[in-house]
């Protein structure tokens, strides 16, 4: 019989990538996470591991026991959920991960309906970029994601997670003082010769941006790179780059420099929640997509007077 708490080993292993990585995510040692898993060899009865440089991989057989795993805590999963559901209250912790302007202007809001509604539910929120919330979703270190998309680069979308749309989040040129707004591709190749603001290369939204510009005529001279849209802001404030902002950095306010859209269909990123499939129906889940729909209708109550504002501008 193939242990189940040496599987999770296994899996831990074909998500972290290294045993040490296993080990500090779970506080073994990792002697202790490579003496469990020769355990699990020997019940399996074949190899599990093999070497590749200083590190290890799986083997296919090894991959085939990951893919048994990873059905089983689906199941087990929804097992949890479907007790949790038969109980009148909502409660435990629920870990929730978000990237920045998301927990800026959403998650506010949200945790406040949540603190309402649900007072034994205890939140833990963490700022990170899908990126890297993604994939530890998978490795089961956050319950709920708040994730984005950018125009012609979709996220990879495991069949174990389960994704709902949130909103339509416009992106809009955000342009340095002193220069003439451009108002429209063509014109965007105004900024050619001008430094730009960009999150750090390998990120959907830096490959994103470079393709909005070479669409545009012009390789972008990129010279600060940070996933802080905040400081992005005040690059373009201070007159030392040229950025593309989406709304919800703005929090619905007014922006403090000028802006224009871009053409269509780069104008949007769509923002989206993403859960394990097998605890999408959890109490806790259900409530914290609850709480962040509402939260959107009162970012979306305020950002109205955001666009009566760019109408008259």
């Known amino acids: 019989m193939l ?29 202790t996470v490579s003496q469990q898993l020769s355990q699990l060899e020997a019940e399996a009865g074949v190899a599990l591991l093999e070497p590749a440089g200083r590190r290890v991989r799986l083997t296919p057989q090894a991959e085939i026991l990951v893919a048994h795993t990873e059905r089983i805590l689906e199941q087990l999963e929804r097992a949890q959920a479907d007790v949790a559901a038969s109980t009148a209250l909502v409660g435990g912790e629920i870990r929730v991960a978000a990237f920045q302007t998301a927990v800026l202007a959403l998650l506010p809001a949200a945790l406040t309906v949540l603190a309402r509604d649900h007072p034994r539910l205890r939140v ?19 319950d709920v994601v708040v994730a984005e998309e950018y125009p012609d680069s979709p996220q990879p979308r495991p069949a174990e997670v389960d ?6 989040d416009p992106i809009r040129l955000a342009h ?8 429209s591709q063509a014109a965007l190749a105004q900024l050619a010769g001008h430094p730009w603001a960009m999150e750090p290369a390998g990120t959907a939204a830096r490959a ?18 940070t996933s802080d849209l905040l400081l992005q802001i005040r690059l373009v404030e201070a007159g030392h780059a040229a950025a593309f902002v989406p709304d919800l950095a703005w929090n ?13 269909p780069q104008a949007h990123r769509r923002v ?11 109490p806790s889940v259900l409530a914290v997509r609850r709480a962040l729909a509402l939260a959107r209708e009162t970012y979306t109550s305020l950002s109205k007077t955001l666009q009566e504002h760019r109408k008259d501008s």
């Open 272 to 282: 989206l929640t993403a859960v394990r499939r097998g605890h999408a129906e959890h």
């Open 124 to 142: 833990h929120l963490t700022e990170a970029e899908p990126e890297q919330a993604l994939p530890a979703l998978l490795a089961r270190d956050f």
């Open 208 to 225: 994103w941006a470079v393709a909005v510009c070479r669409k545009a005529g012009f390789e972008p001279d990129v010279r600060y790179e």
């Open 252 to 264: 619905g306010r007014r922006p403090t420099v000028a802006t224009r859209p871009l053409p269509k």
């Open 176 to 183: 340095p003082p002193g220069r003439r707004t451009p108002r």
């Open 163 to 168: 994704v709902e749309d949130l909103l339509a």
């Open 3 to 31: 242990d189940l708490r040496r599987l999770r080993l296994l899996r831990e292993l074909a998500h972290r990538g290294t045993l040490a990585a296993v080990a500090e995510a779970l506080s073994y040692s990792p002697s």
